[in-house]
């Protein structure tokens, strides 16, 4: 059984550039969850969505930010005109039931801005 | 708003009992889970408590008492693979769904 997959594992971009984060939940998974973790900081909610649907929000910055999860494919994070600030580990984590207390976490992705 | 506070650092040597602890203030409460990370790597889910009391899996345990909004995670027979961050996470009903709230981390360190 695959885990949760997250590509790329390390992405640079320079200020200003696009950032598309994508995650592949556990097979059989339909709930995906997007954190932000801060060096020596604990995870921080972002978002999370159900196929073709964002059901909470309310972690998201609201510019710039955007998350989507198709019928087919991936789910995406994508963080527009980056800025220094942006620069941490995103972790994707999925579950097999709504509002499941046991998440499965993908690799992260960490992301620097140069 | 919601708040979770856990020891920064603890060492221990391996072989020995180590408890880490965890309390919160929160609106919504609906359990209490635990999650390891090692440096570099993805957080790895280790328990939930939803009512108060001690659930054991293997060497590690984990308790809970709502009423004191308090939990601890307990780690038996250290192993020097154990050194790793534990994250307590609060799951709380919030904005229309479930979120899980985590704490700043405890890094263990695990001294042979």
């Known amino acids: 059984n695959a885990g949760v997959m997250q590509n790329p594992r390390h992405l640079v971009r320079r200020r200003g550039q696009e950032a598309r984060l994508r995650c592949s939940p556990m097979?059989?998974?339909?709930?995906v969850y997007w954190y932000r973790q801060l060096p020596e900081e604990g995870l921080k909610f972002m978002v999370y969505?159900?196929?073709?649907?964002?059901?909470?929000e309310s972690g998201m910055p609201k510019e710039r930010f955007s998350a989507e999860f198709p019928k087919e494919g991936p789910s995406i994070l994508r963080i527009q005109q980056v800025v220094r600030g942006d620069s941490a580990a995103y972790f994707c984590?999925?579950?097999?039931?709504?509002?499941?207390?046991?998440?499965?976490f993908g690799p992260g992705t960490r992301l620097t801005v140069t | 708003g919601q708040s979770l506070e856990q020891p920064s650092e603890v060492t221990a040597v391996e072989g020995a009992i180590v408890q880490i602890n965890c309390t919160y203030q929160?609106?919504?409460?609906?359990?209490l889970s635990w999650y390891q990370q090692h440096d570099g790597g993805a957080p790895t889910f280790l328990s939930y408590?939803?009512?108060?009391g001690l659930e054991e899996t293997g060497r590690f345990s984990s308790f809970l008492s709502r009423s004191d909004s308090y939990g601890y995670l307990l780690l038996q027979e250290l192993q020097m693979k154990d050194s790793a961050s534990y994250f307590c996470?609060?799951?709380?009903?919030?904005?229309?769904?479930?979120?899980?709230?985590f704490g700043s981390g405890t890094r263990l360190l695990v001294r042979p």
């Open positions: 984590a999925s579950s097999l039931q709504r509002d499941n207390h046991e998440q499965y």
């Open positions: 097979k059989g998974h339909s709930h």
């Open positions: 969505l159900q196929k073709e649907n964002i059901i909470d």
């Open positions: 929160t609106s919504g409460f609906y359990g």
């Open positions: 408590n939803a009512l108060d």
């Open positions: 996470a609060v799951r709380e009903w919030m904005d229309s769904s479930y979120k899980l709230i």
